[in-house]
Every structure is written in C-alpha cells, then in structure tokens.
C-alpha cells in the first residue's frame, strides 16, 4: 500500500504519474478485498468504480466542488481518497459508515442510501450555484440501476430544461443493478454502449481529421460545425441528446486517462453534460466476478481468496418467505411477484425460476410497482410486491390512493423490517406500522416465527378487496413459539399465573421471544403477566380491550417507531372502547440511529427485556403506591 497509505486527500493525487495512478488502482482493490471481506460491505460496486472515483477526484476539486453518489454504497473508494482509510469497523459501531456520511467528511454532501435521488440533489446545488454566482462545479455519479428510479427522470427533466447551468452527471453503467439492469433504459444504454458514437467517432479519428483540409478548414472543425446533423448520421444519440443534455461517451471507466479527458471536457462545457462511463462490477476480483446473480453487491464476512461467506447462518425470514411463495404459486396461478430490483435479496428468485412469465422485475421504482399491482389485481391476478420495508416509505401514495382507494387485493411483503443496524439509519424498516396506519382498510401482519410467515402470507393473499401487509425481520428466523390458545385472531403466547393478573403485553412480530423473556423477569418481581401476540396488528383485533380490560397495565412492545405505530393504534383502540387500563408502549425513538449492530441498538434505545422489564416494574409499583395511597387517603374520610 506505498501509494495508498500516502494519500491524505484528493490534491495527493495530482502528483502521480499514470504508472503511479494504475498501481493505485492496484492497491485500492486489494485493499478492498482485503477490508471488506472481513466486516462485510458493498464489495463488488466499489470494486467497479476504482478509477472512476480517483479521475473524478483528480478533475474535480471537492470539497470546494461537489461530487455526489447514488446510491452512495459505492463511496468507499471516495472515502479512501479523502482521508479515511480504516476500514477495521466498516459499517460498526464507531466505525466508518456504509455509505456517504457528513459527520465523517466534508467531501461527503449528502447522505444517501435510498437510490435515484443524487440527481435531484444535483439540480438543487447547480441553481444554489447559479442563484449565489458560484462557480464550483457539481458532479452527479449515477448507475445505471439507479437510473431506472423515476426520480431520477423527474430531475433530468429539469436539469435538461436549463442548458446554462453546469451540471456534471456521470452514469455509471455495469449493465448491472444487483441482477443485469432491466428495462427500456438498459437497452438503450446497452445501445449507446455498442454504438461508434459521434464523441468516439470524433476522438478515433482527430488526428487524422486535424490533417484533413475541407473548404479552408480542417475536417475535424467541419465536421463539429454541421453538429447535430452528422451525429444522427454516424449514430443516433438518443434520448440524452433528444432531452437536451449533452452526451460524452461512452467511455471505458477503466481507463483512467480516458475518464480525465472526457471529465475535463464535461467541466467545461458550462452546460449539463451526460458522461457514460462503462465500468465492471467486481472488477479484479475473480469470485465477485464469477457471481451471476450479484457480482458481491453486498457480502457478510468472506474469505478473501475463495470469496466463500465464514459462517453460513440458518434459515432466514427471506428463504421462509420465499419457499412459501413457490408453494402458493403452484396452488394458485393467479399469483404473481414483483420486485423493485431486489429479486433475490427478497427471496423471489425461487418463484421466478418456478414461474418465470409471473414474476416482474420493475427496477428501482417502488411507486411504480405500487401502482403497477393495483394494474395487476385489476386485471384479475393478487400480485405479491416483496420489498425492504424501509424502501416501501417510497411508495406511500400509491399504497393509499392507489392500492387502497381502489380496494386492490395487493399484498405487500416488507423484509428487513424493524431495526436491521450496520447499514444505518436509514435502511432501518422502523416507519412502516406507523405510516400504514393511517390507509383505511389495509391489513398488517407481523409473523412472530416461520410457521406465522407461512400462515400469515396464505391469510394474505386471501384478502381481495384490501391491502394486505406481511412485515418480518432481517437475518435469521428464531425457534417456534407456540400458541397456548387463540382470542380473537390473537395467539396467546404465556398465560398468568394468578387469578387477577396485572400485566397485559403485547408482542408484535419477531419480538415474541423477547415479551416472553420480559414476562419471566416480571414473574421473578411477583408480577403476573398475559403476553398475546396480535397476529394482525392493523386493524387492532376487536378482542384485545376485553382482555386488556382484565389487567391492570397495557404494555406493547414493537420493533417500529413508538410514533404512530401498533402501541398508539392499540391506545386508541383502549379508548374507543371505553377502557381506562393504563398503557405504557416501547418502540423505537423518533430519531435517526446510527450504524451498529442490531444488538447494540436494541440496547442502545432500550428495547431489550431487562430494560423493558426494570420500567415495567417501577411502572406496576408506582400504580401499586398510588393505589395504596388512594385507599389511605380515602380510609380517614370513611370514619
Ligand atoms: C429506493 C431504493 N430501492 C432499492 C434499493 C436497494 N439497492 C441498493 S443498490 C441497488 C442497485 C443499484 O444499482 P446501480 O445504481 O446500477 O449501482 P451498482 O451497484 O451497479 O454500482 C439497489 C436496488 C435502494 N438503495 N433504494
Ligand atoms: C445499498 C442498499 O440499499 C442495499 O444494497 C442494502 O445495503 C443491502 O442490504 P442487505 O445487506 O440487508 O441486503
Ligand atoms: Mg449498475
């Protein structure tokens, strides 16, 4: 790592020759490897944007300019050139972040992990600069997955509209998102990839047209001057072009000369400019290179020269998920999956190799898919739309105006709900049971174990003239809990050991073994406790306030936002009914928690059973006080 270790920010590049630039490249995919492979991380997306990143920092000068990522999960070689180079706690506790992050950085502007915003960001920066009579440049690094989202044509609208304002947009094509990238943008990407377009025309041939003399003039100046006409001759340019923006490319990402020319022609253009630079997932590094199905996206913890994961964990909430589905499609022909660019992180790569003409991949577009599966559900099929719940936030209109106003039976299927940790705060699934809350007529499910998956899913897609929601958790599936008997539509789960019990908990989902976990420890403080787990938490089961009236505190817990999730839906479903048992909920604070593992946050915001049960004992002997003090009070006036 001679060259690497010296390089403190980006002006340390200037200085190296090309020799010295390609050994850099060297060091930094070894370094990757070598890091990444032991905490885990978006290895082959990093690996891919090598050179790019470092002729970016060389053209560019950041902070002053500015240089954003979408997604911002392939910053790391960005963070490697701008002073941060331990990667011991990648994406730990204390450690460096997964993606952009302004407290670590000031060449880190925006923090971003949700795709296809970079471009809106972008546009607001370049007409800040135009406003202020800034001259720093903006440059916005998009890949070709995340050009599929539609808020990325939304701001190219814009960005095309105003030909004066300097904007650098670099797309960032490996054909790839996790999987090849689908749809009419990739084959017209693909297009202008095999193309021996006007930039490559020109470039090929300069000398030669330099030399030529047409008319007085040198060809290669004629031939700039008939311009648009001659483009559509050697090559269309496409809809870049058509829209307005000026295309460079395509260019081999790879090729750090290359990458500087092109770049340093797109900072002078004083317009906004499109640079396709083609690059390669993994590159460099055989395993992700030889991984079809995502090229190392994201991996656990591998062995650097085999790529193979150290431990290999147990059944998870996605394979549950996705064994389910393949059984409910043999049953049933009408059903059918969508993705938004996730089919395998989301388990529905084994129904779309069962059911290939059922399954469709809409790229990162969650509005769309939203409301592509009210199309569907209209059309006469029950889609499954299997998405990280963080990522559903997207699509919140459409699930209300869209899916519910039209009573579609759509069932939405939100893995990695509740705290999922290292990737920070915003791929944690804590604002779904509270942002659904308020869509009449929707059904939320929140399966405690994999039998609940399984039978929660089948309810779903039972409902037809609703929306239906399955939420579970990221990682591996617990044990069985079984129920004792059912109330309701509500599993309960410990009964209390005496006649006038005083704790009714509610678990919701994944958290069961932990309610049952709390409810011993109340027991050890002669606190008897009922814990029910409501199966379906939206809407609250008409038999929880009859239970709930038979105790003498209401405790919910939930891996979700305290704000507007099941223990305020709970609250109020108490007070429409009339009963007055106090309520105390535990979820997760209103705020943005920082990246570390799922066990450091539980704890960090208190959601573990020792926490829960020490305040629901101080909260029963406070009742206890009050109640004693209120008879004493009473006790006097009686004589
Ligand atoms: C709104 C949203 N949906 C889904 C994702 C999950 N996701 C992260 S990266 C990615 C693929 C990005 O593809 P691309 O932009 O081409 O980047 P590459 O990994 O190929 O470099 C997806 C789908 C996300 N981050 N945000
Ligand atoms: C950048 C992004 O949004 C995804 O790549 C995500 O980080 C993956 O998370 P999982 O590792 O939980 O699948
Ligand atoms: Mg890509």
């Known amino acids: 790592m001679a060259l690497l270790t010296r390089i403190r920010g980006p002006r340390d590049l200037d200085r190296l020759s090309p020799e010295q630039l390609d050994q850099l490249a060297d060091e930094i995919r070894t370094f990757l490897v070598d890091a990444v492979s032991k905490t885990g991380g978006h290895l082959g997306p990093n690996l891919g944007v090598v050179e790019l990143t470092i002729a970016l920092h060389r053209v560019f000068d950041s902070p002053k300019d500015k240089v954003l990522w979408d997604t911002g999960h392939q910053s790391y070689v960005h963070k490697l050139l701008t002073g941060r180079q331990d990667f011991s706690k990648l994406k730990m506790k204390g450690g460096l972040s997964g993606y952009p992050s ?29 406003v202020l009579r800034k001259d720093d440049h903006v440059v916005a690094v998009i890949g070709d997955g995340a050009l599929t989202g539609g808020m990325a044509w939304e701001a190219l609208n814009n960005i095309a509209a105003a030909k004066d304002r300097p904007l650098v947009i670099v797309v960032n094509d490996n054909e790839r998102s996790y999987a090849p990238t689908i749809g009419g943008l990739a084959n017209h990407l693909a297009t202008l990839r095999t193309t021996d377009g006007y ?53 081999d990402g790879h090729d750090i000369e290359a990458l500087e020319s092109a770049l340093t022609r797109a900072k002078r253009f004083g317009g906004p400019v499109i640079v396709h630079c083609l690059t390669e997932k993994g590159r460099g590094y055989q395993p992700a290179l030889q991984d079809e199905a995502d ?54 790569d084994k129904f779309a190799k069962a059911f290939p003409d059922r399954v469709f991949d809409v790229g990162i577009a969650e509005q769309h898919a939203a409301v592509s599966a009210a199309g569907l559900a209209t059309g006469g ?35 990695r709900a509740g705290v999922t940790g290292t990737d920070g705060a915003s791929h944690n699934g804590m604002w779904d049971m509270s942002i659904l809350q308020v869509v009449p007529g929707l059904r939320l499910a929140a399966p405690r174990d994999a039998d609940q998956v399984r039978a929660q899913l089948r309810e779903a897609v039972e409902v037809t003239d609703a929306p239906t929601v399955v939420r579970f ?23 209390p050991g005496a006649d006038r019990p005083d704790v009714l908990l509610v678990s919701v989902g994944a958290l069961a073994p932990m309610c049952l976990e709390i409810a011993d420890l109340l027991d050890r403080h002669g606190i008897s406790t009922t814990v029910v787990d409501p199966r379906w938490v939206k809407p609250v089961d008409e038999a929880l306030a009859p239970l709930a009236e038979q105790h003498r505190v209401v405790v919910t817990v939930e891996d979700n936002s305290r704000v507007g999730g099941v223990g305020s839906a709970v609250a109020q479903a108490l007070r429409d009914a009339g009963v007055d048992v106090p309520l105390r909920d535990f979820g997760i604070p209103p705020r943005f928690l920082d990246h570390a593992s799922r066990g450091e946050v539980m704890a960090e915001i208190g959601l573990t059973a020792p926490d829960i049960a020490r305040q629901v004992t101080g909260l029963v002997s406070r009742l206890d006080g009050r109640f004693e003090a209120s008879t004493q009070a009473v006790e006097p006036a009686r004589d």
């Open 295 to 348: 090229r190392f996206h994201a991996v656990g913890k591998i062995h650097p020269d085999t790529g193979l994961p150290i431990s290999s964990s147990g059944a998870d909430w996605t394979g549950v998920f996705a064994d389910e589905m393949v059984a409910l499609g043999k049953e049933r022909a009408d059903i059918v999956a969508i993705t938004a660019a996730m089919l395998q992180p989301v388990g529905l």
């Open 381 to 415: 099929l029950h889609p499954v739309f299997a998405v990280y719940a963080t990522f559903l936030n997207r699509a919140f209109d459409q699930v209300l105006m869209d899916v519910a106003l039209h009573k579609c039976g759509v069932t939405f299927v939100l893995d």
């Open 473 to 495: 958790s990221k990682g591996a599936v617990g044990p069985a809990v079984p129920a004792l008997r059912r109330v309701g539509g509500m599993d309960v789960l410990r009964e």
């Open 102 to 130: 302004q407290a670590e950085s000031e060449h880190d502007v925006i923090e971003n992990s949700h795709a296809s915003t970079v471009l809106g960001w972008a546009d607001g920066l370049a007409k800040a600069n135009e």
């Open 199 to 251: 930039e490559r025309f020109l470039a090929r041939g300069k000398d030669i047209l330099e030399r030529t003399p047409v008319v007085g003039k040198p060809l290669y100046e004629t031939l700039h001057g008939a311009k648009k006409g001659l483009k559509d001759f050697i090559a269309p340019q496409g809809m870049f072009e058509d829209l307005g923006l000026k295309y460079v490319g395509p260019i």
